[in-house]
């Protein structure tokens, strides 16, 4: 069994921070792809920000320059760090990781819960 388990949103001002992580845990093989994406009330979910193995990292139009991600590969564990927020950046964030499990043929993709980031005006 597979989890991942995000933690870090809340409610911040404009122009502030916050941090997201996400904890993968479980009968994992190999992790290849782990992202985060969002969604907003009324909107469909969308990438933010992905970063593959290799450590190469892809963001959206909307973030670049102001989000990081990045992924500690022994622990299994990715970051978003979220600068300089709006209040268009609320909305519930999603991990997302590409991975394969011990012993079972195949890749598959798994999502976390969701925490929620509220950014105020």
């Known amino acids: 069994q597979v989890q991942l388990v995000e933690s870090g949103g809340g409610l911040v001002q404009a122009g502030g921070s916050l941090r997201l992580s996400c904890a993968a845990s479980g009968s994992i093989g190999n992790i290849y792809v782990m992202g985060w994406y969002r969604q907003a009330p009324g909107k469909e979910r969308e990438l933010v920000a992905r970063?593959?193995?290799?450590?190469?990292?892809n963001y959206a139009d909307s973030v670049k320059g102001r989000f990081t991600i990045s992924r500690d590969t022994a622990e299994r564990t990715m970051y978003l760090q979220m600068n300089s927020l709006k209040p268009e950046d609320t909305a519930v964030y999603y991990c997302y990781a590409s991975l394969s499990v011990s012993g079972v043929p195949g890749v598959k993709g798994y999502w976390g819960q969701g925490t929620q980031v509220t950014v105020s005006s």
């Open positions: 970063m593959s193995s290799d450590g190469s990292a």
